[in-house]
């Protein structure tokens, strides 16, 4: 059966909604390879009117569609009960909520403030006057995020510790295997990746060597993927 | 023999461990008897035999385990077929994660908040050394004072700035300003609020391991201080009185109410 996942696109195809990219992450983790990504844009959302709201990513999986990447998650679960497991168990499934809530502390507004500007740059062109008014009106001017970022990204580090000490104890969320939780928290990471030079982590750092495993699953799935250059 | 835990206590044989109490749910969870062993601050000949001189540690027959998660693990993989604290392999890495999240962020938000309270609950003659050796290891000039003594991995003060600010210099100072510091604490736990706030317990249905790991903080706290740590209509709130009301209400008949 055919498998799209409608993705958010941006300038020069650079695809890196973090969210998507849980649902991404997952798709490869259970062994399906074969399915359409389709980008969508923010001054048009018709291809996802189906689906009667207007947020990607959507999962469209024969004649049935799920949207939110937590609900993709848990479709995809569900339906390939025989592939790699993403949460294991009912435990493994609930707990990984509180690694999600965790990660959009992380996020917000810490991350946001760091990288609002790469951010921006990234939006696809015609997406830009939207982008800014709809950013604006929660963050004020987006000029303001020019600046230098090191001491944020240096508080930023800070928060990473809980993570940095579990990497240091085993290789993956997911303990030896990654899991959907690993997804979770990478897709931040990601989305850094792909729209900014900066250098979040140290490469001393245990979160770095976690990254590095991520990008090269599924024959360097995540790394191949459009990004800027450093 | 009966499995003994080790706990550390203070006036009273009041428990002053918040890792301890996540060794007390876990054994509680796995449906297993066991003793509870009071240790005080300066009564470390009495755990000698662990050749080390942190508590929890449990002695189960000739097993002897140290460090609340190595007890988690030891029981999860000695006592199978009793209930799981884990949920498998992703859950238990999982747990890990949260496990440290509850070591460097909650906890060390926590004890400032009621660090001078706890010092009216140990032991008169270890008030002294607790006085010492909390305000060398937590003051603000703490980065200077530590000298490479052994201290408690999970005891390690995070960065200055880090969870809810540098902690003052004496007892006193780093939990006179708890009243405004609260907000931020409460802010800390939102993790935890947005999970209570959609199921049961963090592990779903059922408590687990992860619950534990969260609650030995909240129970630790209240064995020694009436501080009102969260609003009653904060969904952790209703979590933590779920998790109370374990165990025959464990927690509810431990130190203040709340």
């Not at chain 2, 993790?191 to 129970?219: E, H, K, M, N, T």
Request: proline share 5%; net charge neutral; with cysteine.
């Amino acid at each position: 059966m055919a498998i799209t996942l409608y993705e958010l696109g941006g300038d020069q195809d650079y695809r890196y909604c973090p969210f998507c990219w849980r649902s991404l992450m997952a798709l490869r983790h259970k062994g399906l390879h074969d399915f359409k990504r389709v980008p969508v844009y923010y001054r048009d959302r018709s291809p996802i009117a189906f689906s009667g709201q207007d947020r990607v990513p959507v999962l469209v999986d024969g004649d049935r569609w799920v949207n939110d990447s937590w609900d993709i998650a848990c479709y995809l679960e569900d339906t390939y009960p025989d592939r790699a497991p993403l949460f294991g168990t009912d435990s493994g499934r609930s707990q990984a909520r509180f690694i999600s809530a965790w990660t959009l502390e992380l996020q917000r507004p810490a991350l946001t403030a760091i990288l609002m500007w790469d951010a921006f740059e990234h939006v696809d062109p015609a997406d830009r006057a939207w982008w800014r008014a709809d950013r604006e009106k929660r963050f004020g001017k987006l000029e303001s995020y020019r600046g230098d970022r090191q001491d944020k990204v240096v508080a930023w580090r800070k928060l990473l510790e809980p993570l940095r000490v579990t990497l240091g104890e085993q290789a993956f969320l997911g303990g030896e295997s990654p899991a959907y939780a690993d997804y979770i928290v990478f897709g931040s990471f990601q989305w850094a990746r792909c729209i900014s030079r900066l250098e979040l982590l140290e490469t001393s750092d245990p979160v770095y060597a976690w990254r590095e495993r991520l990008l090269d699953l599924f024959d360097g799935f995540a790394r191949s993927a459009p990004h800027v250059a450093t | 023999m009966v499995i003994q835990l080790y706990e550390l206590a203070g006036k009273g044989d009041v428990k002053l461990s918040p890792h301890c109490w996540k060794s007390v749910y876990a054994l509680s969870h796995k449906q297993l008897a066991f003793e509870r062993v009071g240790v005080k601050f300066l009564e470390k000949e009495r755990i000698a035999f662990s050749g080390q001189k942190l508590m929890p540690i449990l002695r189960d027959g000739e097993s002897v385990v140290c460090d609340s998660w190595a007890i988690a693990r030891y029981l999860e993989q000695t006592y199978p077929e009793r209930p799981s604290l884990f949920g498998g392999a992703i859950g238990m890495g999982e747990t890990r994660f949260i496990n440290d999240w509850t070591n460097k962020v909650q906890i060390f938000a926590f004890r400032r908040l009621f660090i001078r309270d706890a010092y009216d609950h140990v032991d008169p003659e270890e008030q002294a050394h607790y006085r010492a050796t909390r305000e060398a290891r937590f003051s603000q000039s703490q980065e200077q004072v530590r000298s490479g003594r052994p201290v408690n991995k999970n005891d390690v003060a995070p960065p200055e700035d880090g969870y809810g600010g540098a902690y003052g210099n004496t007892l006193e100072e780093m939990q006179a300003d708890r009243d405004t510091r609260i907000h931020e604490v409460r802010r800390l736990l939102e993790p935890v609020r947005v999970v209570a706030a959609s199921q049961p317990y963090l592990a779903g249905g059922q408590p687990g391991y992860a619950d534990y790991s969260v609650l030995g903080p909240f129970i630790w706290a209240k064995s020694v201080s009436r501080f009102r740590l969260l609003e009653a209509d904060d969904p952790i709130h209703a979590w933590r009185d779920r998790m109370f009301r374990l165990f025959d209400g464990l927690g509810h008949a431990t130190g203040h109410p709340v």
